[in-house]
């Protein structure tokens, strides 16, 4: 009989430690439904959704970027005489580096045609064009300005304007003439800095 005592007397003591977990045991929990019996779930919509991807954060190079539009100036930069090539590189830029840039063909990764444009219409949409260069990483890029045959100078304004707004941007590292299977005097290809 004391053996008995010994084995009821843990179970009780169990049973008045945790009866909650007692009662779970045995398949029935009672004051666990007498607590919960008015709680209602949430509504579908007061949910988080986690499936939505969080918003990418704006780096630094794309404000600055977005900042170049205000910056660029009309005033023509270039001393160059009309037929001139346009070429233009940043110090520090290698001379190989520039031998392929002139060479263009295959290693043109995008284009903007700005040929037949005007200068108020051409300028947003080639910063707008920099701009997404440098967001997917792009590094060499051409942009067709025209030739300018119909202007009384005998040379696009356009084609002027751009090796301007090119030399005031601190992405551009160098531009050159394109090679005359890439549009010859009418475009010029741009090597962009390497996004970091």
């Not at 010994?6 to 007498?34: I, S, V, Y």
């Not at 108020?120 to 067709?144: D, K, M």
């Amino acid at each position: 009989m004391s053996r008995k005592r010994a084995t009821q007397t843990p179970l009780a003591a169990k049973r008045t430690k945790n009866p909650q977990k007692a009662t779970a045991e045995a398949g029935e929990d009672p004051l666990f439904r007498a607590f919960v019996s008015d709680v209602a779930p949430l509504p579908a919509r007061n949910k988080a959704s986690l499936h939505k991807p969080r918003p990418r954060p704006a780096t630094r190079a794309e404000q600055d970027g977005a900042a170049h539009a205000d910056e660029l100036s009309d005033h023509l930069t270039s001393t160059r005489a009309p037929g001139e090539p346009l070429s233009f590189s940043r110090p520090g830029v290698q001379r190989q580096v520039l031998r392929q840039l002139r060479r263009g063909g295959s290693s043109i990764e995008d284009e903007l045609d700005l040929h037949g444009l005007t200068v108020a219409a051409a300028r947003p949409l080639l910063v707008a064009f920099l701009n997404a260069c440098g967001n997917r990483r792009l590094r060499r890029v051409r942009i067709i300005h025209g030739k300018g045959m119909r202007s009384e100078m005998g040379e696009g304004v356009l084609k002027g304007m751009v090796a301007s707004w090119l030399t005031q941007r601190d992405d551009v590292l160098a531009y050159h003439e394109a090679r005359p299977a890439d549009g010859g005097s009418g475009a010029v290809l741009v090597l962009l800095r390497a996004a970091r």
